[in-house]
């Protein structure tokens, strides 16, 4: 099971080599951290990151 970082949006996907999230192919295997949204909305942490989709999202991509 891989999990790729997306360069563009940092989510995290398993096993595709497309992101599930913005459609980007630029993913990669080298990124540290991560951090999972469950309620964007009010999260303070997704508010500060600019994400809108709940998921698992990498703190650094390389």
Known sequence: MAELACKNCRFINVDTNICRNCGSTDLTKEWYGYVVI????????????????????????G
């Open 38 to 61: 469950v309620d964007p909305e009010r999260s303070e942490i997704a508010k500060r990151l600019e994400i809108k989709i709940p998921g698992k999202y990498a703190l650094r991509v």
